[in-house]
């Protein structure tokens, strides 16, 4: 990795083209998540990596770049919901039937993007961003804590919120027996 | 019998409680099936949420590329042309100066030495004033000093002589050139020498 961040650095074009491909796929599905709508996950995961190449020159060869990566994917898809209303409203969601609520059932990819969306538009967007990144990418709390800039217990706060939010979302929510 | 919240029990699914709170959640679920129920529920959605879980296509990684790279390529093409702009403008800034100031020094009206008449003659046995400025004649130093390839004026003074012609004597900033000009005469003589 820090050879290709190095050559990268120093103007060898592909060497770049490397990173883009090591972690294109990462960021446009964080994109993705974040910003529900697929043309916004695309322009914004476009201007993660040209937010990299203009920041190679100072950016330091030991440094970890998936957190970089992670923290600026973050930031830019706040950017852009900021900017943008939303093109994706819980209302717009398929609500969930029981056969594709059941895991065993077998779904094309394009059914399981859906619900997947579906019931991240469930989430208010704080809670959306550390469920993708803790529960989806599978980042301590720690860790998304330091993406998110937040502390341990705010992002525990959400994490618990969505997931409670989440089962309810997908109808599995058993009886509780006193 | 109390229960375990459920937004704790959302946190336990993942180990994300303390040590302690987890513990007591421990020992809470070995006796209560509602909440080995609840904690079952939590279970199940997280993993049927990771399930759903798709990664990009190759197409649309194809796109990101191929739009990544666009942009990159468009931006030094930019940058060209705001250095071009920053050139031209700080050219266009250097005429305005330059001609500017070769204006104003062109529309200057011509310097012209005030030369005070020379003394009336003196009476005799009255000493000679010699060496003596005339402010007036000062304006020919802003003159000399605009022509930078030449010595420039540093100073001038009118000598007088009892038996001859007033003279006038330049000093100019080369020590090796001074001028005297005898006012009588039709030409300036120089005397370059050394002194």
């Not at chain 1, 916004?40 to 100072?58: I, P, W």
């Not at chain 2, 702009?85 to 001609?99: D, E, K, P, W, Y």
């Not at chain 2, 390839?149 to 900033?173: A, Y």
Request: glycine share 4%.
């Amino acid at each position: 990795m820090r050879q290709w961040i190095a050559r990268a650095k120093s103007g060898d074009s592909a060497a770049f083209e490397q990173l883009l491909a090591l972690h294109g796929r990462m960021v446009l599905r964080m994109a993705q998540r974040l910003l529900l709508n697929d043309a916004d996950a695309q322009d914004a995961a476009q201007e993660v990596f040209l937010r990299l190449h203009r920041s190679l020159h100072k950016f330091q060869e030991d440094r970890d770049l998936v957190p970089w990566l992670y923290r600026v994917t973050v930031n830019i898809c706040h950017d852009q919901r900021k900017r943008r209303k939303p093109a994706v409203t819980l209302e717009d969601m398929p609500e969930l039937t029981a056969s594709e609520a059941d895991p065993e059932q077998q779904l094309n990819a394009q059914q399981r993007r859906l619900l997947l969306r579906a019931a991240l538009a469930s989430l208010t967007e704080r809670e959306r961003d550390a469920i993708v990144l803790r529960d989806l990418e599978g980042l301590s709390s720690a860790e998304v804590a330091r993406i998110l800039g937040t502390t341990e217990t705010t992002v525990r706060s959400q994490i618990s919120m969505g997931r409670v939010k989440l089962k309810r979302r997908l109808r599995e929510s058993p009886e509780r027996k006193s | 019998m109390n229960h375990i919240d459920e937004r704790t029990l959302a946190l336990f699914v993942s180990g994300d409680l303390d040590a302690q709170t987890a513990a007591d959640a421990e020992a809470h679920l070995s006796d209560c099936s509602s909440c080995k129920a609840l904690l079952a529920s939590l279970s199940a959605s997280g993993q049927w949420l990771r399930s759903l879980s798709t990664a990009p296509d190759a197409r649309e990684l194809a796109a990101l590329r191929a739009g990544t790279l666009s942009r990159i390529a468009a931006r030094p093409r930019r940058r060209l042309w705001l250095a071009a702009s920053g050139i031209a403008a700080a050219l266009a800034v250097a005429a305005v100066l330059f001609a500017s100031r070769y204006l104003t020094r062109v529309a200057q009206p011509p310097v012209v030495a005030e030369i005070p008449p020379p003394p009336a003659e003196q009476a005799p046995g009255a000493v000679p004033e010699i060496a003596k400025e005339q402010p007036g004649v000062k304006s020919i130093r802003a003159k000399a000093r605009a022509r930078s390839d030449r010595p420039r004026l540093e100073s001038v003074s009118l000598i007088s002589q009892k038996d001859g012609p007033p003279i006038l004597k330049m000093k100019t900033n080369d020590p090796n050139v001074v001028i005297l000009w005898v006012m009588s005469g039709n030409s300036p003589q120089s005397e370059a020498g050394d002194e």
